[in-house]
């Protein structure tokens, strides 16, 4: 991120506040030394956390059960048991978006915002600026930890997002790979019976999601 920011540019920082978010704040106001408090400021956002998954403590067939119906219902509208649907997500997208604009409007906002958050709310977020429509956000995979998503504000006061997402379609064995990993994250120790089984049903799913264009630009002042 040194190598994107301005020495002189004031940074404002959002952060989710579940841990793994604040530590990787933490590794990157390391990152940034030459940086000091009036260049920039820091703040927690509860709207910011990641989706709710809700009690994974299931059996096996449970859990089998759970990610064959997400997968078929649609990520974006399936509801995990005591948790949140990514349709969840947004309401809290659309509210922390409503803040971000009337900041906006101060002359003394920083120069730069970063966003430290987690995938799913990356994605939904992203849907929120670009008005993606559902199938559009089904269509796109998850963003890599640690990776950072740019968007830039051009002279005609629109941003454009710099950094080109994966879809489902491309790449099908790091798809899976993809796949296995966040089930094995959120569902805790599934034998390779199961994992086959829950990933099977996701490229079922996702062999009809959107491959069409996506907006790149938001197309609208905010």
């Known amino acids: 991120m040194s190598n994107i920011l301005g020495k002189q540019e004031r940074v404002l920082f959002y952060t989710s506040p579940y841990l793994r978010a604040r530590q990787t704040l933490d590794g990157i ?4 030394g030459d940086y000091n408090d009036h260049n920039y400021a820091v703040y927690e956002e509860p709207r910011m956390r990641e989706q709710d998954f809700g009690n994974f403590q299931g059996g096996p067939e449970k859990m089998q059960r759970i990610w064959k119906e997400r997968a078929h219902y649609g990520h974006f509208f399936y509801r995990i048991p005591y948790g949140e649907s990514a349709a969840d997500v947004y309401d809290r997208c659309a509210g922390f978006n409503e803040t971000l604009f009337r900041q906006f409007q101060n002359d003394k906002f920083a120069d730069v915002l970063v966003l430290v958050t987690h995938g799913i709310w990356a994605r939904v977020f992203l849907m929120k600026w670009f008005r993606w429509s559902v199938e559009e956000f089904e269509g796109l995979r ?11 504000k051009g002279e005609n006061q629109r941003y ?26 959120r569902s805790g120790d599934l034998g390779k019976e199961a994992l086959d089984y829950i990933v099977a049903a996701e490229r ?11 907006a790149y630009d938001d197309g609208d002042d905010h």
Not at 29 to 32: Q, V
Not at 144 to 152: L, S, W
Not at 205 to 214: L, N, V, Y
């Open 160 to 185: 454009t997002l710099k950094t080109p997402l994966l879809r489902w379609c491309e790449g099908d064995d790091d798809r899976v790979e993809e796949i296995r990993k966040a089930v094995q994250f």
């Open 204 to 214: 079922e799913a996702c062999a009809g999601r959107s491959e069409g264009p996506i």
């Open 142 to 152: 998850n963003i890599p930890h640690c990776q950072f998503i740019q968007m830039v």
């Open 29 to 32: 106001l390391e990152g940034l």
